[in-house]
Structure formats: structure tokens, C-alpha cells
């Protein structure tokens, strides 16, 4: 074995990781999960027999085959749930009838705990939207992906121009040095000779 076998397996390992919460969010996982997990008690117990000691207890009822059946549908709705997203509804109403059904064919929901998980993932499937695929992020000035960041709120993420009313027309004022731009008066005091006879200014 080298050196690089233990880096090796956790890149692997990292990468099953991630492909499996990719494959888990596309789908109603959850309720699959519960849903199925409710099948296993309600198909089991009326079969199954405990032993405590040299006592024997057996649970099985004259409605055996109906709590297999039920537990298999369960199962299958499951599934269903995993891999037909878009049946999710119907599965999701199907299992909360036949845990509802449950509790009168097999031993109280299996024990409840039948009951409690199909009623839980039966619920979450119905109640399970797919998300908004992600949108891609705008390129930055280095030509990356990411641009900046945007407002938490829509109306500060723009700025937007203040409207205010025109300000009223004021004549130039003369120059900090004390000098104007008009004609001063020893040009026009002379009569005809400096502006024609006319003031200016």
C-alpha cells in the first residue's frame, strides 16, 4: 500500500457522499423512507413468533394475509415514492389509507410503530415539491463565475435616482479674486469713443 491509498479512498468516498445527496434531493427521500420503514412491522409481527424463556408467543391473526399484503404495499409505495416522483401524490394518499387500514387488520398498525412511520412518510409525500434547478451565477470582471453579491432586499438591490424639482436659475457670481465678466464703467464713461455710446454690461 502507498501513501496516497488513504487519500484515495476518502476522495471516493467524498464523492459517493455527494452523489447520494444529490440523488436524495431530487426526490421525496424522506417519505420513501418512512413509508417503507411502516411496511416492515405491519407484514412482520403477525407471522412472528417470540420465544421469552420456554414461553412461545405467537401474534398471528385470522387476518394474516391482509397484513401481508398490506406491509408489501407499503413497501412498494415506498419505492415508488424513490424512483416515479411523479406518482408522489398518489403514493403519499395510498399509504395514509392503508395505515389507516392497518390499525384494524394487523395488531393495531403493527404495534403502532407501522402505523406512526407510514402515516409520517405518506404525509411528507404529499405535502414533498421538487426544487427550482439552480441558476447560473453571472460572470465577474475577472471572467469567473460569481458575480456581486445581491441584496438581501429587492428594493435596495437597485438604486434608484431621487427625483427632486429643478433648482432656480441664479446669475454668475463674480470671481473669488473680486473681478466680474461686465464692461467696467471707465469703458463706457467716455462716451462714443469706448462702446459706441451704449452701456454695456
Known sequence: MSAETPVQSAGTFTRLRLRFRTWRGRRPFWAG???LLGGLPIAYFPYATLKLGTMSIAMATTAGAGSLIIGVLLFTLGLTMWF???TRIFAGVAAIVLS???LVVSNIGGFILGFVFALVGGALAVSWA????PQPQPLGENGTEGGAPQGADPDTAILRPVMDEPA???APE???????DRTPESAWAGGDDANGG????
Not at 421538487?130 to 434547478?133: E, N, Y
Not at 463674480?174 to 466680474?180: H, L, V, Y
Not at 451704449?198 to 454690461?201: A, D, K, P, S, W
Open 33 to 35: 423512507l418512512f413509508t
Open 198 to 201: 451704449y452701456r454695456v454690461g
Open 174 to 180: 463674480p470671481g473669488r479674486d473680486g473681478s466680474s
Open 168 to 170: 432656480p436659475y441664479q
Open 130 to 133: 421538487p426544487g427550482a434547478p
Open 100 to 102: 389507516l387500514v392497518s
Open 84 to 86: 416515479q416522483q411523479a
